[in-house]
């Protein structure tokens, strides 16, 4: 089994733009590249599949899989108030996926390429659609009506 992507959820978010303005201030420069940091525990067993792969962190919003970023690191980082931390290093890009329900769960999980929503496309942020809410469009994109 081949495991290739993380699934994490947003806590505290309510839309993808809300999503996408908190990524937007905390943009780093990671080996020289546009990096937000995504804080852990524990660095995934996996790592260094994940990286050869090219996996991607897919992240939950309001009990929907919303959005990806491609992993391009993993930084374990001391933390004097919480001690080891790991920091998922994603690309600051954000593609957003087709939204695909998902129940809440701890931490952070593998996720099968299999099991992964399909993308819509690179989000900029001035793509806010035409305000349906996420959870209604989703119901209508599987309904065939979007």
Same mark, same amino acid.
């Given at each position: 089994?081949? #495991?290739?992507?993380?699934?994490?959820?947003?806590?505290?978010?309510? !839309?993808?733009?809300?999503?996408?303005?908190?990524? #937007? =201030?905390?943009?780093?420069?990671?080996?020289?590249?546009?990096?937000?940091?995504? %804080? !852990?525990?524990?660095?995934?067993?996996?790592?260094?599949? *994940?990286?050869?792969?090219?996996? =991607?962190?897919? +992240?939950?919003?309001?009990?929907?899989? *919303?959005?990806?970023?491609?992993?391009?690191?993993?930084?374990?980082?001391?933390?004097? /108030?919480?001690?080891?931390?790991?920091? *998922?290093?994603?690309?600051?890009?954000? *593609? /957003? !996926?087709?939204?695909?329900? #998902?129940? =809440?769960?701890?931490? %952070? #999980?593998?996720?099968?390429? =299999?099991?992964?929503?399909?993308?819509?496309?690179?989000?900029?942020?001035?793509?806010?659609?035409?305000?349906?809410?996420?959870?209604? +469009?989703?119901?209508? /994109?599987?309904?065939?009506?979007?």
């Amino acid at each position: 089994m081949n #495991r290739k992507h993380i699934i994490k959820l947003a806590v505290g978010v309510e !839309t993808i733009q809300q999503f996408y303005e908190i990524q #937007r =201030s905390q943009i780093i420069d990671y080996e020289g590249q546009a990096a937000v940091p995504c %804080w !852990t525990r524990y660095k995934p067993k996996e790592a260094d599949a *994940i990286l050869d792969a090219e996996g =991607s962190i897919y +992240r939950v919003v309001k009990n929907r899989i *919303i959005c990806r970023h491609k992993i391009l690191g993993f930084e374990m980082v001391e933390n004097t /108030e919480k001690g080891t931390m790991c920091a *998922i290093m994603q690309d600051a890009q954000m *593609i /957003e !996926t087709i939204a695909q329900p #998902r129940r =809440s769960f701890q931490g %952070w #999980r593998y996720l099968k390429e =299999s099991d992964a929503p399909a993308d819509k496309g690179i989000y900029t942020g001035d793509n806010i659609g035409d305000g349906i809410p996420e959870d209604m +469009r989703a119901d209508l /994109e599987a309904a065939g009506l979007l």
